[in-house]
């Protein structure tokens, strides 16, 4: 089985759009409940409610699959799923390390849903000595002395940083500095990486700063037009959240469950 450091996924070098790519996985977890209830096809309509996308956009990404499906009978759910899996290399074996294993990188390494995704944990690693050889998730933790040496052992190209702020850069220029070429990043800061290196950050207080702003929003219409106008501090979150946009265009979604 080909490993994460010797191949790199389809998509780039096919041109499929950011914004594409961001919805595979989405198709991909619909198709994968399908295909777990023996569905064998699908229409664009129910496929694109279950991602929750519309008909339209959902048809025009899996045109730069080469993929239009069959007028009346629709999409090959199992056909689906390989080439969707496929394009985003799971088709492969990525090895992925976690740093920092306090309650989030734990939970991280407890995740089931890497594996049948095509992610193996390699290896655990944290700064603490007194986490050194403790197991979790069956995996012995690693001190951070060894994190050139194990992701060298391993070829790894993807690392998970779960640290406090203040560690994270350190740690982000180490994983470069050591050939990972691709970081997912739950510490709650801001990542200076080279040309060549993506990030994705998922910040989990600001996702529930957008749902609060929400709720705000939904409890201000509930009060009706007498209700008064909107206050200074709503409307300037109303102008954040609508201008917010990472390195990488729109912000990345929480991980899938």
């Excluded at 510490?187 to 207080?205: E, F, I, M, N, Q």
Aim: aromatic residues 6%.
């Amino acid at each position: 089985m080909a490993t994460g450091r010797t191949h790199r996924p389809a998509t780039r070098s096919r041109g499929i759009p950011e914004a594409t790519v961001a919805r595979l996985p989405l198709y991909l977890r619909a198709l994968t409940a399908l295909s777990e209830r023996s569905v064998p096809t699908v229409s664009s309509e129910e496929l694109a409610a279950a991602a929750g996308v519309n008909s339209a956009k959902l048809r025009k990404d899996f045109s730069y699959l080469g993929s239009y499906g069959t007028r009346g009978v629709g999409y090959d759910v199992e056909y689906l799923v390989y080439q969707i899996s496929r394009e985003l290399g799971l088709t492969q074996d990525w090895p992925v390390v976690i740093v920092g294993i306090g309650n989030l990188g734990a939970a991280l390494a407890n995740y089931g849903g890497f594996a049948s995704r095509g992610f193996r944990v390699a290896a655990l690693i944290d700064a603490d000595p007194a986490m050194a050889g403790k197991p979790v998730a069956g995996i012995g933790v690693q001190h951070t002395d060894e994190l050139e040496h194990i992701i060298e052992s391993n070829g790894v190209s993807i690392g998970v940083i779960a640290t406090p702020a203040g560690a994270a850069q350190q740690v982000c220029d180490r994983l470069v500095a050591a050939g990972v070429t691709s970081i997912l990043n739950f510490a709650p800061t801001v990542l200076t990486v080279p040309d060549g290196v993506d990030v994705r950050k998922v910040d989990l207080s600001i996702e529930l700063q957008i749902l609060a702003f929400h709720e705000q929003r939904k409890a201000g219409e509930e009060a009706g037009p007498d209700g008064g106008a909107p206050a200074p501090a709503a409307r300037a979150a109303a102008a954040a959240a609508g201008d917010r946009k990472g390195p990488d265009g729109d912000m990345p979604a929480v991980m899938p469950a």
